[in-house]
């Protein structure tokens, strides 16, 4: 089966600079989240949605990141506008059901340097 | 915040040799989960052990977790230099899923 997909594997931007992350999830799967990667870190939990509604969103800095699933299948996160300790990786996941008895299934994920 | 944490931080072994790692946490959860990551490169999911499970075995891989502790041990026998990774835990406690720091193994040929 294709794995999750994420696009732009790498972006950079100045501080202040929008920037969009694309992320499309294993078919059928229902469940989709967004973590944010800090160099040297564990992945931090965003965003998780089911289908095109939003499960946990607690840990998202809503003053600037933003995320929507239309349609219940691709996502997009945005971050406006940017800042120096924005520069992470956001990985991208999909399962099947929302308390998993499965493990996720991680995208490749988009490196972020603001400068 | 992240919930597990990884002991310890970094481990560097030789070929052939197993590796441990262990994972505490705080909070009571549905299951424990290793995840495996090369460098430059999303999450890969190993193995998931149940609340009520108390062992598991994958191909080379053997975890143990004990809820009384709260915590997890990941044995990796026999290693090859492509093991060379972080390793993260992560616990699932209903919707919530947290991970830890890792830890970065590394595998001497």
């Known amino acids: 089966e294709a794995g999750v997909a994420q696009s732009p594997r790498y972006k950079i931007i100045e501080k202040r600079q929008s920037v969009a992350f694309w992320c499309n999830p294993i078919?059928?799967?229902?469940?989709l989240y967004w973590y944010q990667q800090i160099l040297g870190q564990g992945p931090k939990l965003l965003i998780q949605f089911q289908n095109n509604g939003v499960v946990d969103d607690s840990q998202l800095p809503k003053d600037r990141f933003s995320a929507e699933r239309l349609k219940g299948v691709d996502s997009t996160l945005k971050i406006q506008p940017a800042k120096l300790e924005d520069s992470a990786v956001y990985l991208c996941?999909?399962?099947?059901?929302?308390?998993?008895?499965?493990?996720?299934?991680f995208g490749s994920g988009t490196r972020l340097t603001v400068v | 915040s992240q919930q597990g944490e990884e002991d310890p931080q970094a481990l560097s072994i030789q070929e052939g040799e197993n590796a441990t790692m262990n994972c505490s946490y705080k909070?009571?959860?549905?299951?424990l989960q290793w995840y495996r990551q090369n460098s430059g490169r999303g999450l890969v999911h190993l193995i998931l052990?149940?609340?009520?499970?108390r062992e598991k075995h994958s191909g080379r891989l053997r975890v143990t977790l004990d809820t009384s502790k709260k915590s997890s041990s990941l044995l990796i026998t026999a290693s090859r230099a492509a093991d060379t990774a972080s390793y993260f835990c992560a616990t699932l406690n209903n919707n919530d899923m947290r991970f830890g720091a890792g830890t970065r193994l590394t595998v001497k040929p």
């Open positions: 078919s059928g799967h229902a469940t």
């Open positions: 052990i149940r609340s009520n499970e």
């Open positions: 909070t009571s959860i549905n299951n």
């Open positions: 996941a999909s399962s099947l059901w929302t308390i998993a008895n499965y493990g996720y299934t």
